[in-house]
């Protein structure tokens, strides 16, 4: 079983301009999340999305970040447009519940550097 | 509210040593605690998690956690360190009291092990 996928691994970019990072959640899991992790601090949850529905979106900076889940499978994390604090590692996660014994699983990450 | 503190950033051991890796957390509710692992080009695992009942947590790979209410820790413990538990390791507090997501994190502590 294919576990969650992050599109792409690296993004630079300069400032200014717009990135969308892609995350494909595990087949059947309807919450997927976001977090980020910007260099020497912790990983910070964005928002959480149930099927297509943004459950809570209390995390996410500031209206220059859009996240989308069409159709409730793969989700979309845009920045436009991209600053230098944007730089750091995102994160998604997805599980099929919410319950502590549903466990959360995390892709790898893409790490943005915004030059 | 939540926080996390790792103590050490950086902890290296020899092979074969004990691992002790601290945790103390802070929650307005009670805590449901994580322990992630994340290795060089992955993404994060869970190792472990206390939600209630024994206090004692048995997770993957020999790793165990102790939640202590008292001192409000759930530091991580390995007997002896093998090579392959070199990684970066993080601990989580749960932000919804029965849900698996919106963790807080630690900054994280990167374990090295010696030959």
């Known amino acids: 079983e294919a576990g969650v996928t992050q599109f792409p691994s690296h993004s630079v970019i300069e400032k200014g301009q717009t990135v969308t990072l892609r995350c494909d959640p595990i087949s059947g899991h309807d919450n997927l999340y976001w977090y980020r992790r910007v260099m020497g601090k912790e990983i910070k949850f964005l928002l959480h999305?149930?099927?297509?529905?943004?459950?809570?979106e209390s995390g996410m900076p500031n209206n220059r970040f859009l996240a989308e889940r069409t159709g409730g499978t793969y989700s979309t994390l845009k920045v436009q447009p991209a600053e230098l604090e944007d730089s750091g590692v995102y994160f998604c996660?997805?599980?099929?519940?919410?319950?502590?014994?549903?466990?959360?699983?995390f892709g790898q990450g893409t790490r943005l550097t915004v030059v | 509210a939540q926080s996390v503190t790792q103590l050490g950033s950086h902890v290296s051991v020899s092979e074969g040593a004990l691992v002790l890796l601290r945790c103390n957390y802070s929650s307005s509710v009670p805590p449901y605690l994580f322990w992630y692992v994340q290795y060089p080009n992955q993404g994060l695992q869970l190792l472990l998690k206390?939600?209630?009942?024994?206090?004692l947590v048995k997770g993957i790979n020999g790793f165990e956690a102790e939640f202590k209410k008292s001192e409000t820790s759930f530091h991580l413990t390995k007997p002896s360190a093998h090579m392959s538990d070199a990684a970066e390791y993080f601990c989580?507090?749960?932000?919804?009291?029965?849900?698996?997501?919106?963790?807080?994190f630690g900054k994280g502590t990167l374990l090295t092990v010696n030959p």
């Open positions: 989580a507090v749960s932000g919804l009291r029965g849900s698996n997501y919106k963790l807080t």
């Open positions: 996660a997805s599980s099929q519940a919410l319950g502590v014994n549903t466990e959360a699983f």
């Open positions: 999305f149930v099927k297509e529905s943004k459950q809570d």
């Open positions: 206390y939600t209630t009942g024994a206090t």
